[in-house]
C-alpha cells in the first residue's frame, strides 16, 4: 500500500494524524472515528441554505440500497468475469497503468475499485458518502486480500487529499445525483496530478428520455410492466440485482442531465484536455472492444453530438442513458 499520500482534514485541509483507528487534526483540534477499518472522514458541505443540498438525501437512499450489490458467489474471479462482460472496467484495467495511483470517488460498494485493485502494484483509494456501501466492498476487500485497495467514507465536496495525488480519478455515476455536478467535478479535477486523467459517467439529458419515459409509466402503474426496462428484461431471475437497479434508475431522490458539449465545457473550464468518449463524440463511429481510452480523439461537432445523442434514444436507453467523458489535466 502506498503511504505517500498523507490524509487531510475534511473540514480544515489540515494533515491527519491516526491513533488506534481514530483520525485527529492537529490544526482544528477535530477527530474522525472509523467503523469497520473503513476511516470515517465524511464533512458536509456549508453551503449557503438557497443553494440546496441533497446530499444527506441521497446518503440515506444509498444506505437503504447500497448499489450495484454483490452477490454471494462474489470472487475474485467472478468480478473479472463481470469486468470483461462490461469493456468499460477490462479497458481501464487495461489501460491504466499498474502502477498507478487511483481514486474511484462515489464508489458506492466498490466493485470497480476492488477490480482495478486486483493489480497489487496499483494503489486505489475508493471513497463514498455511504457507510453500508463501503461496508459491502470492505467484506470483499478482506475476503479476497486486496491489500493495495483502501475504502474511505468521504463527501467528494469535501476532500481528504492533497491537491494533484492521483494519476487517474474516476466518478462514475454520481455527480448527477449531487446538488452541483460541475463544482463536483472542479473539485475531483484538482485532486488529478498534471498529465493525469478524469473518467466521469453521467446521464445524458437526450439518452435518459426512454428512462424518464418509463419512470412515468412505472408512476402510473403503480411499479408494473418492470420488463419494459431492458436490463430487468435480460435478467429477470436474479431478484437483488433486480430490485437494486429498479430503485437506482427509478426511485432515486435526484438526478440531472448532461450533454456531450456541456461536459466538453467542464473540461475547459478547468485545465482538462478530451481525450475520448463513450459512445464516440463523432457521430457514426463505433466504439470497438479495443479502444485507446486514453489516447485524443476527434472532440465531434454540435451536429456529431446531436446524433450521437439521438442515437443514445434510439438505441432504447441501455445502460439508463450513461455516457462517460474522459480528459487529461493539462501539464502547465
Ligand atoms: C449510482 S451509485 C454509483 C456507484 C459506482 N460508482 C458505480 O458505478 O457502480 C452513486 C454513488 O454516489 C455516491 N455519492 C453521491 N453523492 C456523493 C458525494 N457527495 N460524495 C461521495 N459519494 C457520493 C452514492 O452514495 C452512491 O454510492
Not at 463481470?82 to 502502477?99: C, H, M, T, Y
Request: aromatic residues 12%; glycine residues 10%.
Amino acid at each position: 500500500m502506498d503511504r505517500t499520500i498523507s490524509l487531510l482534514c475534511p473540514a480544515c485541509q489540515g494533515a491527519l494524524a491516526t491513533r488506534n483507528s481514530d483520525w485527529n487534526c492537529p490544526s482544528c483540534g477535530r477527530s474522525f472515528g472509523s467503523d469497520s477499518g473503513i476511516p470515517l472522514l465524511f464533512f458536509p458541505n456549508e453551503w449557503d441554505a438557497s443553494k440546496g443540498d441533497v446530499t444527506d438525501a441521497i446518503k440515506c437512499f444509498y444506505e437503504e440500497t447500497p448499489f450495484p450489490n454483490y452477490e454471494e458467489t462474489d470472487s475474485v474471479w467472478r468480478l473479472k468475469e463481470k469486468a470483461e462482460k462490461g469493456v468499460f472496467a477490462r479497458l481501464l484495467d487495461e489501460q491504466i497503468p499498474a502502477d498507478a495511483t487511483v481514486l474511484e470517488a462515489g464508489c458506492g460498494t466498490a466493485q470497480l475499485s476492488n477490480f482495478l485493485g486486483i493489480r497489487t502494484a496499483r494503489t486505489v483509494f475508493g471513497t463514498d458518502i455511504c457507510l453500508n456501501s463501503l461496508k459491502l466492498g470492505q467484506d470483499f476487500r478482506l475476503r479476497n486480500n486486496l491489500d493495495n485497495v483502501r475504502l474511505i467514507q468521504m463527501n467528494l465536496f469535501r476532500p481528504i487529499f492533497p491537491p494533484a495525488s492521483f494519476d487517474a480519478v474516476i466518478c462514475n455515476g454520481v455527480l448527477h445525483h449531487t446538488s452541483d455536478p460541475f463544482l463536483g467535478f472542479r473539485t475531483l479535477a484538482g485532486l488529478v496530478k498534471p498529465g493525469g486523467v478524469i473518467v466521469i459517467g453521467l446521464y445524458n439529458t437526450w439518452g435518459r428520455l426512454t428512462t424518464d419515459f418509463r419512470r412515468w409509466i412505472f408512476r402510473l402503474t403503480g411499479s408494473r410492466f418492470q420488463k419494459l426496462d431492458p436490463r430487468i428484461r435480460k435478467d429477470p431471475t436474479n431478484a437483488l440485482r433486480k430490485r437494486t437497479w429498479f430503485l437506482d434508475q427509478y426511485k432515486n431522490p435526484h438526478e440531472s442531465k448532461h450533454t456531450i458539449g456541456e461536459v466538453q465545457g467542464w473540461f475547459e473550464k478547468t485545465g482538462i484536455d478530451f481525450l475520448s468518449g463513450i459512445p464516440k463524440a463523432v457521430a457514426f463511429e463505433s466504439f470497438s472492444g479495443e479502444e485507446k481510452l486514453f489516447e485524443a480523439h476527434a472532440r465531434g461537432s454540435r451536429l456529431d453530438h446531436a446524433l450521437v445523442q439521438l442515437g443514445m434514444i434510439f438505441s432504447g436507453g441501455r445502460e439508463g442513458g450513461f455516457f462517460v467523458m474522459i480528459g487529461r489535466r493539462r501539464v502547465a
